[in-house]
């Protein structure tokens, strides 16, 4: 393979968006997902729309074995991985003492710990070879508590803190990590983490934006090596707000727009 990217999660939403950004400057490709069906006609469409190849890797990221196997993949697929995209990612809601406590545990997993360690695991070759780019997907959740979305809100400010810092770690090595911040999304997300009744999709102060638009934000940045980028002006202007207001209000704005009904 010649020089490729890996996207996790890179078959719908915004990772999709991402993908064909990103073949469409003649990356080959490594898909990451769970749907093998998608996967495959995403392939399809990827590799008739696109002068690249596409691999496919069918792989639960709630499996601690499953950041291992990917890299394994790549390694035997000859592939120069030029750019790690860590996007794959789900929400729950409601109060954290009576959410399903294994799933909870799989969204650290997915969110936090898979990406950690696939940063790690592809990083190591980046900084040999002194080039390659990281996008790793957080969100505005990363700026504050979330109430009732407790754990997705605390692991998206993981992924915040943990990118700006291997920025920083990495930076003169010819490797950067860029983390990206989407708002509300039009995507798969809310009605995977069946919060289709959450005020976050009728937020006016946030309004959903297009996967194509994020993703077209996200991949910029990534190519111009910036350490973060929020997409969308409503959503840096809200970033931005938080640091200004007392934390107990910005608690109780954020339970206020996560419940779901
Ligand atoms: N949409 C929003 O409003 C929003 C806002 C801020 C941040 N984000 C973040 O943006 C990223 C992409 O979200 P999206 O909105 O595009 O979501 P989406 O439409 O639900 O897509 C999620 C993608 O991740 C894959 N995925 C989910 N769980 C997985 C697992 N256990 N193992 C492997 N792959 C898995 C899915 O494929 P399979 O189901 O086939 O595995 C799918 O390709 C996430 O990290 C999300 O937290 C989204």
């Given at each position: 393979?010649?020089?490729?990217?890996?996207?996790t999660g890179?078959?719908?939403?915004?990772?999709?968006?991402?993908?064909?950004?990103?073949?469409?400057?003649?990356?080959?490709?490594?898909?990451?997902?769970?749907?093998?069906?998608t996967l495959k006609s995403v392939k399809k469409e990827i590799e008739s729309s696109y002068r690249v190849q596409v691999e496919t890797l069918?792989?639960?990221l709630s499996d601690p074995k499953a950041p291992k196997k990917i890299f394994d993949f790549a390694k035997k697929s000859k592939a120069v991985v030029e750019i790690l995209v860590n996007n794959a990612g789900f929400g729950t809601s409601g109060r954290y003492d009576r959410m399903d406590l294994e799933k909870e545990m799989d969204m650290i997993q997915v969110n936090v710990t898979a990406l950690a360690e696939?940063?790690?695991?592809?990083?190591?070759?980046?900084?040999?070879?002194?080039?390659?780019?990281?996008?790793?997907?957080?969100?505005?959740?990363?700026?504050?508590?979330?109430?009732?979305?407790a754990n997705y809100y605390a692991g998206k400010a993981y992924v915040l803190s943990f990118s700006e810092a291997v920025y920083e770690d990495v930076k003169d090595d010819g490797v950067t990590v860029t983390v990206l911040c989407p708002g509300p999304t039009k995507t798969e997300f809310f009605e995977r983490a069946d919060i289709t009744k959450s005020k976050l999709l009728n937020n006016p102060l946030a309004p959903m934006m297009s996967a194509q638009s994020v993703a077209k934000i996200g991949y910029?940045?990534?190519?111009?090596?910036?350490?973060?980028?929020?997409?969308?002006?409503?959503n840096w202007l809200l970033a931005q707000s938080v640091r200004f207001t007392p934390r107990f209000v910005v608690r109780k704005i954020a339970k206020f727009i996560n419940q779901n009904g």
């Open positions: 393979m010649a020089k490729t990217a890996i996207i890179g078959t719908v939403g915004i990772g999709y968006e991402l993908s064909k950004l990103i073949a469409a400057d003649g990356y080959d490709l490594i898909l990451v997902a769970r749907n093998e069906k069918s792989a639960d696939l940063t790690h695991r592809f990083l190591q070759g980046m900084v040999e070879r002194k080039s390659g780019k990281i996008l790793n997907v957080a969100s505005t959740s990363s700026f504050q508590p979330g109430p009732n979305m910029d940045a990534l190519k111009k090596g910036k350490p973060v980028v929020i997409a969308g002006i409503f």
